[in-house]
């Protein structure tokens, strides 16, 4: 079931375009108080993979809030740096992760980022989540972070590797179709070059720190960002085609049939990247709740002195986090016993 909401954003801040810039753009945020507060910490995962984050942490904390940036952005992020800032001094501890090559990573690993490299981000998660101790643990990722925030929704779910004590995963814009994001930036005529530029410079950046292992030339030369992906992909990744590669971190349909976790999905209407229509592709379920608003462009929903609405939207979660954790056992319990008697059901069958 989809909810619908009205964001309260003044008349100079009711186009997408300008919600969307803004939500990026270095304006109104310094984030001095919480790199003040921040120490670097370098994530090793199991396969050697390294990831860079960085912790803020206080005395008495009501928990730990993990933040994931969009494409092509990293912790530096504006609203990265926004939202934890605010959170930090709301009373949260804030750890802020930088997926693979984002954030000026690009010489901790070889191998080349891609948006299918869940296994990676979701034991990096594992780990920070020990930070939390016996505090509550809260997911929010914006945009294509949004998209591994709710993968990792999934893996919670059905892996035997856990996040501890986590209360609620927020996405943000998410991209649940990536194949259908991709075609839209391209359409747009100011985020299609600035997408296709980042990115371009980025495979560069990586082919200049390992020349032996990458030619990524026909970056250059590449038109859009579906033309670079489609010479890439079958490059540099597993996969043959770019429909399996992109079907492969596609969140729709019945993606989140075995979700067990509380989660939140917070978009708008007006998304020049990610559409309504997305969104409507999703098979509903009882933990997992779809806010529409009617404005907020992408990864925007600023309202007068450009506060983003998903931070009173994360307040009004962590206020009902204790429910949400009831509603989510129940469910599990529920699920175990529709379980348990369709094996009962299926043991006496057996002996007719």
Avoid at 41 to 70: F, P
Avoid at 133 to 155: E, H, Q
Wanted: proline share 4%; net charge positive; hydrophobic share 40%.
């Amino acid at each position: 079931m989809i909810e619908r909401r009205t964001l309260n954003a003044p008349f100079y801040l009711r186009h997408p375009f300008l919600q969307t810039a803004f939500a990026s753009l270095k304006f109104r945020v310094s984030g001095a108080y919480l790199r003040e507060k921040s120490t670097f910490k370098l994530i090793t995962t199991s396969s050697g993979t390294r990831l860079l984050g960085s912790y803020a942490e206080q005395a008495g904390a009501k928990g730990l809030v993990l933040l994931l940036h969009g494409w092509e952005g990293g912790i530096e992020s504006t609203y990265i740096l926004r939202s934890g800032e605010h959170l930090f001094r709301q009373g949260y501890n804030i750890f802020r992760l930088n997926l693979r090559d984002h954030g000026d990573t690009h010489h901790l690993n070889e191998e080349a980022f891609n948006g299918t490299m869940i296994d990676e981000v979701y034991e990096a998660m594992c780990q920070i989540s020990e930070l939390a101790d016996n505090m509550p643990l809260f997911l929010m990722g914006f945009s294509l972070g949004g998209n591994f925030v709710l993968r990792a929704a999934i893996a919670h779910s059905t892996r035997k590797a856990k996040l501890k004590n986590v209360r609620h995963i927020l996405a943000v814009s998410p991209a649940v179709d990536p194949e259908m994001a991709t075609i839209r930036i391209d359409e747009d005529r100011i985020l299609g070059p600035y997408f296709l530029n980042k990115w371009s410079q980025s495979l560069m950046k990586k082919q200049q720190l390992f020349p032996y292992l990458h030619d990524f030339r026909y970056a250059t030369s590449s038109r859009s960002v579906m033309e670079l992906t489609s010479i890439g992909i079958p490059l540099f990744t597993p996969y043959r085609h770019v429909k399996d590669y992109f079907a492969r971190y596609t969140t729709t349909g019945p993606f989140f049939k075995n979700l067990q976790v509380p989660t939140t999905i917070y978009t708008s209407a007006d998304d020049p990247i990610i559409t309504e229509e997305d969104f409507l592709k999703i098979d509903p379920h009882p933990l997992l709740r779809i806010i529409i608003s009617d404005r907020g462009g992408h990864n925007g929903f600023l309202t007068r002195g450009f506060h983003p609405a998903y931070l009173d939207l994360f307040h009004e979660i962590a206020a009902g986090a204790a429910t949400n954790v009831d509603v989510a056992e129940q469910n599990g319990r529920a699920g175990s016993r529709k379980s348990s008697k369709r094996a009962k059901t299926a043991s006496r069958s057996r002996k007719s």
